[in-house]
């Protein structure tokens, strides 16, 4: 198998299983056969993602300069690019300064559900996902292999967007509905709107 083919089979392999666990299905499962024990299913789950992924990851890592350059942004549109680099990874720093990080990856037990819709999440409702995004399609130069695994991760990311908004509206319901209609999903256009109104 070549180096594109290699990293399509690992990456879905992580998407499958890694969307199992995160699957309510497979959470009740997991509840019933450890008791007090699913206190640590999030913390499991985080230790699991990163051995799942990790093989998907060094093959691009690994071949991504062996395969044919798609494109490669002109010298002169760098300092454009750098800038929605730059942006995103401060999209991505303001919205994880809002979650507890311990809590996240599971350290902490898990808070009562609270929908939080300030700040970063006022920009767009998934400002993470949103940030991990334009991260991924503002390479400097793109590969056959980057390509691939952008289209993957990106495909990916936004499946798991809408799979997380049926959950949030099952949690919080007309709140969350509310919050849908106030702030765009990923690209903050009612943001953007509500900003140029305002001059």
């Given amino acids: 198998m070549n180096a ?7 990456f879905l392999l992580f998407a499958i299983i890694h969307s199992f666990l995160a699957m309510d299905h497979t959470k009740n499962e997991a509840r019933k056969l450890l008791g007090k024990g699913f206190r640590y299913y999030r913390l499991i789950y985080s230790l699991i ?14 071949y991504s300069n062996t395969t ?6 002109p010298h002169n549109l760098y300092p454009v690019v750098t800038l929605f680099r730059l942006c995103a990874l401060g999209i991505f720093g303001y919205a994880a ?7 996240f990856i599971g350290i902490k037990p898990q808070k009562k559900n609270v929908l939080v819709t300030g700040k970063a999440y006022g920009i767009v409702r998934h400002p993470i996902y949103s940030a991990g995004i334009l ?13 691939t695994a952008v289209l993957l991760a990106t495909g990916y990311i936004v499946i798991g967007g809408f799979i997380e908004e049926r959950r949030l509206l099952s949690v919080f319901g007309d709140e969350y509905r ?5 702030v765009s999903m990923f690209i903050p256009a009612k943001w953007l709107m509500r900003k140029l109104s305002k001059i």
């Fill in 97 to 103: 300064m809002q979650k507890d990080v311990l809590e």
């Fill in 4 to 10: 594109i083919t290699n990293f399509i089979f690992y």
């Fill in 49 to 62: 993602s990163i051995p799942l992924f990790a093989p998907a990851f060094m093959v691009w890592m690994t």
């Fill in 178 to 182: 509310k919050y849908q209609q106030q």
């Fill in 135 to 147: 991260l991924l399609v503002t390479q400097m130069e793109m590969t056959l292999l980057d390509l």
């Fill in 68 to 73: 044919s350059v798609v494109y490669t942004i």
